[in-house]
């Protein structure tokens, strides 16, 4: 008999009215808002504009969902393609299948283009975004928890996730909740990206590979935990490999542009630093007054208060 579990939902959907609220949409939707959210007031920290990373967002977020559900079809391609299933369900994202993988290096793809179209570089706004990512990934795994799915190894552990559902070959039972396990790890990464980004002042994108270098660290020990249907390589799992990949390139890449460029940008966006054009020149800079210029906004201002002057004068030169 289980003292204590972690309970599933009997549903994954809400029905309100004709509007089904899904827990997994709304999970991925309540992450989204946090990265942006946390990740503008670290853009603004750093000199940017407010809204700007909203609006790189907007590209990366797209591109993010188009390239997780990819990841997930191409690597779990039995799920829609094989014989009796429908392969329309390859579409329905709602449903959960969402590979991170494939969500950051499409997203990382749009968001390279409205950097681009503002003039910013990629790096400077992937560090600024890294802590809300990993925060967003924290709030998203509980969208798996309302599927009842990608759970552990069977458990009478007190903290035991308990399986209701027996669909797609599930047997109820009580396991694993790597769902939670990953979401811990991810909040642990985000504290230490921002840790780490304040403590040495990381820049020219090192803060976000802290965030994959270390989230793939979490992922690699987590998926070796979990018992659902995956394709393997030299007796590990697929994503296991793809954790063990990224984990070295992000190493790699933190380690040569720390020798290659130390220190953090001095500028992450043009005319960041001015939003008032009341006081500043056409290309964002203050304008500073001479000497010679305040003397004459000074005459003009008494020709204006004296017209009597102003007439006088004219007639002089005329």
């Not at 179209?117 to 509980?142: V, Y």
């Not at 928890?145 to 047997?171: C, H, M």
Request: aromatic share 12%.
């Amino acid at each position: 008999m289980d003292l204590a579990y972690i309970p599933s939902p009997s549903r994954g959907v809400v029905e309100l009215g004709p509007i089904p609220l899904r827990g997994y949409a709304f999970c991925i939707i309540i992450g989204v808002f946090v990265a942006v959210w946390l990740g503008n007031k670290r853009w603004v920290a750093r000199g940017g504009r407010p809204g700007t990373v909203a609006d790189i967002a907007v590209w990366a977020v797209p591109f993010g969902l188009v390239g997780g559900r990819l990841y997930h079809v191409i690597t779990d391609y039995q799920l829609y393609f094989s014989e009796g299933r429908n392969w329309v369900d390859a579409f329905k994202i709602w449903e959960g299948g969402l590979g991170i993988w494939g969500a950051i290096a499409l997203g990382a793809v749009g968001a390279w283009i409205g950097c681009r179209r503002r003039g910013i570089p990629l790096p400077a706004w992937a560090d600024a975004l890294a802590p809300g990512i990993a925060l967003a990934q924290a709030i998203g795994r509980w969208g798996n928890w309302f599927n009842q799915e990608l759970y552990g190894k069977a458990t009478d552990v007190p903290w035991a996730l308990k399986i209701t559902s027996a669909e797609d070959g599930r047997l109820p039972g009580t396991y694993h909740p790597t769902f939670l396990y990953e979401s811990l790890w991810c909040v642990g990464v985000a504290l230490l990206v921002i840790w780490a980004d304040r403590r040495f002042r990381l820049g020219h994108g090192r803060a976000f590979a802290l965030y994959v270098a270390s989230y793939c660290a979490g992922r690699g020990w987590i998926e070796y935990m979990r018992v659902d249907d995956a394709h393997h390589i030299l007796g590990l799992r697929l994503n296991v490999w793809t954790a063990i990949v990224v984990f070295v390139l992000a190493v790699i890449y933190f380690v040569l542009s720390a020798k290659k460029r130390p220190g953090r940008e001095a500028v992450v966006e043009p005319d960041g630093a001015s939003d008032s054009s009341s006081d500043s020149g056409g290309d964002g800079e203050p304008v500073k007054l001479t000497k010679d210029s305040e003397e004459a906004e000074g005459t003009e201002e008494a020709d204006e208060k004296d017209p009597a002057k102003k007439d006088s004068e004219a007639a002089e030169k005329s």
